[in-house]
């Protein structure tokens, strides 16, 4: 299994499961949508739980106890660009309708921070359902958002990396040319590939642990 691939992402999500999801367990898809991810897998070797804002479940808010879920899957929107208006209030309310996320306050975030605060709270809510041994698969990708390079996948893993290390890292290059609209000069180089990221919680000698209490708010941590 290789860390970057020319491919899709229901190719290369069952080797992710395969190296760091065992069968049998119980796996919490958040954002499952049309379930490619899933596509290429043999779900009936997992209990797989799959819920999405379609369905009225917040990947914030999720129905499940603390510490009953083995493996959490997290692919939020994480691109704000297309659907951003001509003005901040107008962008941010037709984000908010099209992905459901009108608890997002336009006077708090916006663009790129709203995509972020966006993945750092449903980490927050993932870290809360997840066993002590429990997984995080988290799908991302980079953009360019104001004019500035946001390098998304290394915001969430330095946000994390309090309480999660990433074990993991696989790349996912598209195999087709990305969309480029209203382009009058190009100043970045556009983005054809994503992440599938893994955590896994850190190991912490029971010194550290009472010298250096891990944050429980990842989000406040991050705005802090």
Not at 149 to 157: F, G, M, S
Not at 171 to 189: E, I
């Amino acid at each position: 299994m290789l860390s970057a691939r020319v491919s899709g992402n229901a190719d290369i999500f069952p080797d992710v499961l395969k190296l760091h999801v065992p069968e049998g367990w119980t796996v919490a898809d958040v954002t499952h949508g049309g379930g490619v991810f899933w596509r290429n897998v043999d779900v009936t070797k997992y209990r797989l739980l799959a819920t999405d804002i379609k369905q009225g479940v917040d990947c914030r808010k999720l129905p499940y106890e603390s510490a009953t879920i083995d493996a959490v899957v997290l692919d939020p929107p994480y691109m704000e660009g297309a659907t951003r208006g001509t003005s901040y209030q107008s962008g941010q309310q037709a984000f908010s309708n099209h992905y459901g996320l009108q608890e997002i306050e336009p006077s708090a975030v916006k663009y790129h921070a709203a995509i972020l605060q966006l993945y750092l709270d449903a980490c927050t809510e993932a870290a809360r359902v997840l066993k002590k041994s429990g997984v995080l698969i988290v799908k991302c990708q980079d953009e360019v958002s104001a004019n500035k390079q946001c390098l998304t996948h290394v915001e969430i893993i330095n946000a994390l990396c309090a309480d999660w290390h990433c074990k993991d890292l696989f790349v996912v290059v598209r195999t087709n040319r990305p969309v480029v609209s209203r382009l009058l000069k190009q100043v970045h180089a556009r983005k054809n590939h994503s992440y599938f990221l893994v955590f896994e919680r850190q190991k912490r000698k029971r010194a550290n642990a009472r010298n250096n209490p891990p944050a429980t708010d990842l989000a406040e941590m991050h705005r802090t």
